[in-house]
């Protein structure tokens, strides 16, 4: 149990181009799922906190009209990457609270690679 | 807020030997502490958690102690093998509401055959 899928799990796009990521929970329902991003060797660096049915809380320093995020239902959310340039290119990983480890475990979905060129 | 200080950043070993990795966390509130394994290019994988209720877990040869007076958490990993390379990330959060995970910097354990 407390599956997480990511789609894509690599895109190449070009610069100006909008990305859209999804990220699902296949087994359980998440009431709360997060984005995190991630450099070469660094940590995990929370993006937002998406909860269903309501706006996003973004952390500080992270553009919210850049970085658009959705939780239509309690198995998806979804993060697009508007206007996209080299900069930001990373690795994208979503979580999900939830599943049978109990409320606050999070399961992290396989990650994004995004390259803008 | 909560800030996890995670030492050292990178440890090698002998396969067999025990590793050890020590977070410190800030809040005194936060009462749920997971680590994560995470191999290079792939996702974090939880491999053991503590709550604040509890002074240490073990799971086979994986063992987390957490000292709440002294606000600081230990993962050791006993008879290391070289599957056990990867970064590891210690994490803190309150249990309450929606609180996020505040993540250490991570240890990149090396175990050498």
């Known amino acids: 149990g407390a599956v997480v899928s990511q789609h894509p799990s690599r895109v190449i796009c070009k610069s100006g181009t909008s990305v859209k990521i999804e990220c699902r929970s296949l087994d359980f329902q998440a009431t709360t799922m997060f984005w995190y991003r991630q450099f070469p060797k660094k940590s995990l660096m929370l993006m937002a906190t998406s909860n269903e049915g309501s706006k996003a809380t973004y952390e500080q320093g992270v553009e919210k009209d850049k970085f658009l995020i959705n939780h239509a239902s309690l198995t998806l959310s979804t993060l697009t990457v508007t206007s996209a340039h080299p900069e930001d290119s990373s690795f994208y990983i979503c979580?999900?609270?939830?599943?049978?480890?109990?409320?606050?475990?999070?399961?992290f979905g396989p990650g994004t690679r995004l390259l803008v060129l | 807020g909560e800030n996890v200080e995670q030492h050292p950043s990178t440890l090698s070993v002998q396969e067999g030997d025990s590793a050890v990795i020590k977070c410190t966390y800030s809040d005194s509130a936060s009462n749920y502490f997971p680590w994560y394994k995470q191999e290079l290019g792939k996702r974090p994988q939880l491999i053991i958690d503590i709550r604040s209720n509890v002074g240490e877990k073990k799971d086979q040869r994986i063992a987390v102690t957490l000292n709440k007076t002294a606000k600081h958490f230990s993962l050791h990993i006993t008879e290391t093998q070289p599957e056990d390379s990867a970064v590891y990330f210690c994490?803190?959060?309150?249990?309450?509401?929606?609180?996020?995970?505040?993540f250490g910097t991570g240890t990149r354990l090396l175990v050498s055959p």
């Open positions: 994490a803190a959060t309150r249990d309450t509401g929606f609180q996020k995970l505040v």
């Open positions: 979580s999900a609270r939830g599943g049978s480890g109990g409320g606050e475990t999070q399961y």
